[in-house]
T-cell receptor
Framework: EDKVVQSPLSLVVHEGDTVTLNCSYE??????LLWYKQEKKAPTFLFML????IEKKSGRLSSILDKKELFSILNITATQTGDSAIYLC????????????FGTGTSLTVIP | ETGVTQSPTHLIKTRGQQVTLRCSSQ?????VSWYQQALGQGPQFIFQ???????GRGNFPPRFSGLQFPNYSSELNVNALELDDSALYLC?????????????FGPGTRLTVT
């Protein structure tokens, strides 16, 4: 069965800290791994990764995929209170209507 | 703002009733997926529609059904509501068909079943 496991489940850090969020997956046919940020309701797209070892970067956020070890990490440097959110990881499987398999998310709280 | 809208925002129903949730996709998006997100969980895939036909279904019973209209708006219908159906229901639209990886989520409908 396809599944995604995220860790830690929750994290509390101080502004300025650097955090690393983890996502491991098992999927019968892998197409892509995506990261989303969910602040209140609608998840918003952060990154899509398809190839191992290629870092995607956007400002203070970056992510990398390891297809051999079946995991991805999301790094956030110099955290700000606006980074407080749930971070969701999802993988897609083209054999099942390209459905997204989401993990339970990591709840990040950044305190001033 | 993704351009995907959902209605209603909140809804309270009693067990056994039926509910219809609506989603208006971003302009030009021909694929819509529906997800159920229970409290403290990640979104769970319900089904996907592409050009008005169901194109993949998750592990949900038949009382969860859907429709996609020619203008690509969509409905999720749930019959015989159960307490466990209480959740945030999200729709996500994409362009380029089922192979498209980038989905744009709406703000969701919070359904409470009492």
């Amino acid at each position: 069965e396809d599944k995604v496991v995220q860790s830690p489940l929750s994290l509390v850090v101080h502004e300025g800290d650097t955090v690393t969020l983890n996502c491991s997956y098992e999927v019968t046919n892998f197409r892509s791994l995506l990261w989303y940020k969910q602040e209140k309701k609608a998840p918003t797209f952060l990154f899509m990764l398809t190839s191992s070892g290629i870092e995607k970067k956007s400002g203070r956020l970056s992510s990398i995929l390891d297809k051999k070890e079946l995991f991805s990490i999301l790094n956030i440097t110099a955290t700000q209170t606006g980074d407080s959110a749930i971070y969701l990881c999802a993988v897609t499987n083209p054999n099942t209507g390209n459905q997204f398999y989401f993990g339970t998310g990591t709840s990040l709280t950044v305190i001033p | 703002e993704t351009g995907v809208t959902q209605s209603p925002t909140h809804l309270i129903k009693t067990r056994g009733q039926q509910v219809t949730l609506r989603c208006s996709s971003q302009s030009g998006h021909n694929t819509v997926s529906w997800y159920q997100q229970a409290l403290g969980q990640g979104p769970q895939f319900i089904f996907q529609y592409y050009r008005e036909e169901e194109n993949g279904r998750g592990n949900f019973p038949p009382r969860f059904s859907g429709l996609q209209f020619p203008n690509y708006s969509s409905e999720l219908n749930v019959n015989a509501l159960e307490l466990d159906d209480s959740a945030l229901y999200l729709c996500a639209s994409s362009f380029g068909g089922p192979d498209s990886y980038e989905q744009y989520f709406g703000p969701g409908t919070r359904l409470t079943v009492t």
